[in-house]
């Protein structure tokens, strides 16, 4: 019965395969890509209330028991973030259907999508260290692809830059399981973690901590975000859409997943070195949303806020503010998408980039308009959209912890937040348009509609959070108590 958990990786794999023979077939493409993700979606809600009735799951591959075959593991975490990936690219795929364009779509998009698509998902459900790594390269490959698709001037500079950058991080993703595996002697996570318990957590695995913690924070943007602006800003806007909402999500994930089964031992370095590493991030996205012009880049610049605010939680370390980087996280995959979708939008619409050369947009496309302002609000924690309780429980874990530095911080970056965002809202949707009515572009129901979803969800995960408040407390038990995870990988298959 536990075969399901592969599901949401193989079909989306499989599918991803199958459309590469049906190339001419364009729609074929689109109706399947579309069944593949939605079925994920189905699949993944299954997933999430068996491990409510049943607790943390787990798929052996080969019949090989841990520690020692390949398995992957479920539990209300990893299947929250798979969910929510699922419905969320849905809702992009619909949208490149009207955006992307024949020449992107000929050169095998949706499978580079899938492919994609089922690294993230595989990289939330692995059991090991090692297909982690695989899976976040798989999930790199199709970036790769995806990031200099159409082949444009610009693309092709931000992609030197970012091969350059996850192929230096994955040489330092190996080292540092080499040396864990020298060290320990396993890849299990659940056995690395039952060994460093036994031996304890000394100065050398310390040190491998240190080298996984500069691996992950470069995979999510962590203090080494130099690379994510340029890259995010430089694709079309369904796939700008896609990295912004899912790819800093997976190395936040891995940073979340080690730091609280694995490295937990010595709080007073690792987790006050990502406090601190979290406190630049805020600083450093404040600084680059507020100093900006190009609607692209402080987009982007806002992403790297969110990555400093949701590690918050990690670094207090408390149940608390465990939930609300949790809940954070399933809101953030929401909002970026929406997001970049509508600022890619209103590019399209106005065809300029800089938010000093649009004006009066809300008279000639006023849904357009609100949605932004709904984008804002929840991005900025407003209540009651769905940003509001995440940080409320943020805060109240860096006050359980007296964290009240990065309390301050992470408060003023969601006041800068809203600034940045703010400033684009006053100067591209009101004054006079500068569009004509025979100059006006007709919104497409097919860029609209997943905008006005995306918004439909973020409205929907504030007000009805009583409905996934249980899933992020097993989710936040779970990470808080790792023989959990240990018992379930472990004891079960004994």
């Not at 080494?224 to 899912?246: E, N, V």
């Not at 209540?383 to 006050?399: C, D, N, R």
Request: aromatic content about 12%.
């Amino acid at each position: 019965m536990n075969n399901i958990i592969a599901m949401p990786v193989v079909i989306p794999l499989l599918v991803s395969i199958i459309l590469v023979f049906l190339r001419p077939f364009i729609k074929v493409q689109r109706v399947l890509s579309l069944i593949a993700l939605v079925a994920t979606a189905i699949v993944s809600i299954y997933i999430l209330n068996s491990i409510q009735m049943n607790g943390v799951l787990r798929l052996d591959f080969g019949g090989w028991k841990p520690p020692y075959g390949i398995l992957f593991v479920a539990d209300s975490f990893s299947v929250l973030l798979v969910l929510t990936t699922a419905i969320v690219s849905s809702i992009i795929l619909i949208y490149a259907f009207s955006s992307i364009g024949r020449r992107y779509e000929n050169m095998f998009f949706y499978p580079f999508v899938l492919l994609l698509i089922a690294g993230v998902n595989g990289s939330f459900l692995t059991g090991d260290l090692f297909n982690l790594f695989v899976f976040f390269e798989v999930m790199l490959l199709a970036s790769y692809v995806l990031i200099t698709l159409g082949g444009k001037k610009v693309q092709l500079m931000e992609s030197i830059k970012y091969v350059a950058i996850n192929v230096l991080s994955s040489w330092f993703f190996l080292l540092g399981i080499a040396y864990l595996y020298g060290t320990v002697g396993t890849l299990n996570m659940a056995h690395l973690s039952a060994r460093i318990a036994e031996v304890g957590q000394g100065p050398l695995l310390t040190i491998i901590s240190i080298i996984f913690l500069i691996v992950f924070s470069l995979k999510s943007g962590l203090l080494l975000y130099f690379w994510l602006p340029g890259s995010y800003s430089a694709p079309p806007t369904a796939i700008a859409a896609l990295f912004g909402a899912l790819l800093t999500k997976v190395g936040i994930y891995a940073l979340f997943r080690t730091f609280t089964l694995i490295f937990y031992h010595e709080p007073s370095i690792t987790h006050t070195l990502i406090g601190v590493m979290a406190a630049i991030t805020l600083v450093g996205g404040s600084i680059g949303a507020i100093a900006y012009q190009d609607i692209r880049q402080i987009v982007s610049y806002n992403v790297v806020i969110t990555i400093g605010f949701i590690l918050v939680g990690l670094a207090v370390s408390t149940s608390i503010g465990i939930q609300g980087s949790v809940f954070y996280l399933v809101h953030d995959i929401i909002i970026k998408a929406s997001l970049f979708l509508l600022a890619g939008t209103m590019i399209y619409l106005t065809g300029k980039t800089s938010i000093e050369e649009m004006s009066g947009l809300i008279r000639n496309y006023p849904l357009l308009g609100w949605l932004f302002f709904l984008t804002m609000l929840a991005l900025a924690g407003i209540p009651p959209l769905s940003g509001f309780l995440g940080k409320l429980y943020i805060g109240q874990g860096a006050v359980e912890a007296g964290s009240y530095i990065l309390l301050a911080l992470a408060f003023l970056s969601g006041i800068l937040v809203l600034y940045s965002l703010l400033r684009i809202f006053m100067n591209t949707f009101w004054g006079e348009t500068i569009i004509s009515e025979e100059d006006e572009i007709p919104l497409r129901k097919g860029l609209l509609l997943p905008c006005v979803l995306l918004g439909m969800m973020t409205i929907a995960l504030g007000v009805g959070a009583e409905g996934i408040l249980v899933y992020v407390e097993d989710a936040a038990y779970t990470l808080m108590n790792p023989e959990v995870y240990i018992d379930a990988v472990l004891e079960k298959g004994k």
